[in-house]
């Protein structure tokens, strides 16, 4: 309770009345079970790496009658790290959320979705076996529906909700059975006995079950051809944005991969499809967030291209330089993300044109945000230098097993890439900072509740990838990182060379008839529309027709012929008594003459 006055007093301080907070639902509760969940993270993290080597437990079995589902955690250095974001990111948020959505009567809900949604991102993380890590897949994708849909009374959220939903049950569907193949073939669901006895199945299984997870993956971590749900995701409340984009739900597909990583090197060709997979939307999602007038869909593609980064990295044989990726993505997106929130707090819009001239009335999310894009783009010396280049120096080489044709594409993107990240990265930073104000607001920093988790933010975003340097193939390579370095100057010149020719015009004009293309991120939605929203929609207007021309006219009918017959019954039953009489004698005599007949 103490704690809880003291938090609702500082909270006062900053413009977020106490007794609102405190009313309004379990805020001090969210903040210090997600600080104490970052503890716990810290704690573990710190524990292996003094003590380096797996932790397992098991708190059940449940049986089956087949295979049981063994209810247990598993923490090694992968897990570790991972959980150690996640919590920190869910911290953030949750802070955040107090004053983004202080004004919400919603936010007790809003909150406790938050919470659930981290604990299943951690079940995912930590669980040792294959169906319990599914249920925190699952609940992801349940609270993914709940708080992208927040704001249900607005009709594009409860549809992007809905998108999101169906988009990642359909991969969620291949990825079940990947775990069913994967676990039968083994014997055993423990995710540990699964990777020991991969080596003994038959070359079909592994490649089965990795290709059906893929489609899992493809759907959570929003690669093609399912990556259609996130950019429409961004109709929710920022910080769930930044949730999603960071920590949760996205990351989930990539961390799984890595996880089960031996299986999928043992698959080379499910490899391939994902070094293909990471291709397209690397480069296709980089070239539709140049032409985004939102600036939460610009991030929004951005994490569809930086995720097929790390799926690339996987795909060529760097499960560290992946994982190092993981890391250093979920702190500068999460920063981008908020940053963002607090542009549209100040500024009441989400769309690029409205903005400018930022610089000087928010320098806390100015050179916040300043370091976001400069790790996305992967400039010197920010965590998003270190982490790329560990991805497209191993892309170079390629040891994973994959066709030699698929490595040198994987490659040859990851360059172009470069450069279209830069140009669309510095076409939002000029646009949003720079320049004079394209609209009335009043220039003031977001309240200090935003404010104070983006510049917090922007340490480790700024520090994280000197971590790597302990590891040699972490460590930055002088030939790709003078490649990478001159692709990102030429795309980021690139734009701002077109910018400066007239501040107040959107650089994306350049781009002329094909900027519609790639807006509408290369009409994939168009085309799942006809290819897939209307037969089903013809089809339930089929169904709707038979129940409406035939079914509910039977039933119509019935009630008819029921009637009819009910009449036909009810004459008798008139209430008349000679009527009964007659009808008694009637029968008397029909007995009688019957009798006299027949016997």
């Not at 380096?52 to 295979?67: H, Q, S, V």
């Not at 919470?115 to 890590?133: K, Q």
């Not at 291709?279 to 991030?299: H, N």
């Amino acid at each position: 309770m103490l704690l809880g006055l003291r938090l609702s007093r500082l909270l006062e301080t900053r413009g977020v009345p106490g007794h609102r907070v405190l009313r309004n639902g379990p805020a001090v509760i969210a903040v210090v079970a997600s600080a104490l969940a970052t503890l716990f993270a810290l704690i573990v993290a710190v524990t292996l790496w003094l003590d380096p080597g797996p932790r397992e437990g098991t708190l059940t079995l449940i049986p089956t009658g087949t295979l049981p589902i063994a209810v247990g955690l598993q923490v090694d250095g992968l897990a570790a790290v991972v959980g150690l974001m996640v919590c920190c990111v869910a911290l953030a948020v949750q802070v955040y959320s107090i004053a983004y959505l202080a004004e919400d009567p919603r936010y007790s809900s809003y909150a406790a979705f938050v919470s659930l949604f981290t604990s299943a991102m951690l079940l995912v993380v930590f669980a040792g076996d294959l169906l319990l890590l599914y249920v925190g897949w699952e609940v992801m994708g349940v609270c993914s529906y709940f708080l992208i849909g927040h704001h249900w009374e607005d009709r594009a959220n409860s549809r992007a909700a809905v998108k999101a939903f169906l988009v990642t049950r359909t991969g969620d569907v291949g990825f079940l059975f990947g775990i069913f193949v994967l676990g039968v073939g083994a014997g055993t669901f423990q995710i540990d006995e699964v990777l020991r006895r991969v080596g003994d199945l038959p070359d079909t299984t592994v490649l089965a079950a990795t290709l059906l997870l893929l489609a899992g993956v493809a759907g959570k971590s929003a690669q093609f051809p399912l990556h259609t749900w996130l950019p429409d995701a961004m109709a929710g409340p920022t910080p769930i944005s930044a949730l999603i984009h960071a920590a949760t739900m996205v990351a989930a597909g990539i961390y799984v991969v890595a996880r089960l990583y031996p299986a999928f090197l043992a698959a080379p060709t499910a490899l391939a499809v994902l070094g293909v997979m990471a291709a397209i939307s690397m480069l296709g999602a980089a070239l539709a967030a140049l032409a985004q007038s939102d600036l939460k869909r610009v991030l929004a593609y951005s994490t569809i291209s930086q995720l097929a980064y790390m799926a690339a990295g996987l795909a060529v044989g760097t499960r560290s330089g992946a994982v190092f990726h993981l890391l250093t993505h979920g702190a500068f997106k999460a920063l981008l993300f908020l940053a963002a929130g607090c542009v549209i707090y100040v500024t009441g819009s989400n769309l690029l044109r409205d903005y400018g001239g930022l610089r000087e009335a928010m320098p806390i999310t100015f050179w916040s945000m300043t370091i976001g894009f400069a790790a996305l783009v992967g400039l010197p010396p920010v965590s998003g230098f270190f982490s790329k280049d560990a991805i497209i120096e191993a892309a170079l080489h390629a040891e994973s097993g994959i066709p030699g044709p698929v490595a040198t594409i994987v490659y040859l993107t990851l360059l172009v890439t470069v450069a279209v990240t830069a140009a669309y990265a510095t076409r939002a930073w000029l646009m949003t900072f720079f320049g004079t104000a394209r609209t009335a607001f009043t220039p003031r920093e977001a309240p200090r509740l935003m404010s104070w988790p983006v510049g917090i933010l922007a340490v480790p975003t700024a520090i994280l990838g000197f971590f790597g340097l302990g590891a040699s193939e972490l460590r930055p390579h002088l030939g790709s990182a003078a490649l990478s370095l001159l692709l990102a100057g030429a795309g980021g010149y690139g734009a701002y060379a077109v910018w400066r020719r007239d501040p107040a015009l959107d650089p994306a004009r350049v781009l002329g008839p094909v900027r519609t293309t790639f807006e509408r991120g290369f009409h994939v939605d168009d085309v799942y529309d006809r290819v897939v929203v209307a037969p089903v929609r013809a089809l339930a207007r089929a169904v709707v027709g038979v129940d409406d021309r035939v079914i509910d006219r039977a039933v119509e009918s019935s009630a008819g012929v029921t009637r009819a017959f009910g009449g036909l019954l009810r004459r008798p039953q008139n209430g008349n008594p000679q009527t009964y009489l007659t009808g008694l004698l009637a029968g008397m005599a029909v007995i009688v003459l019957a009798v006299v007949i027949f016997v």
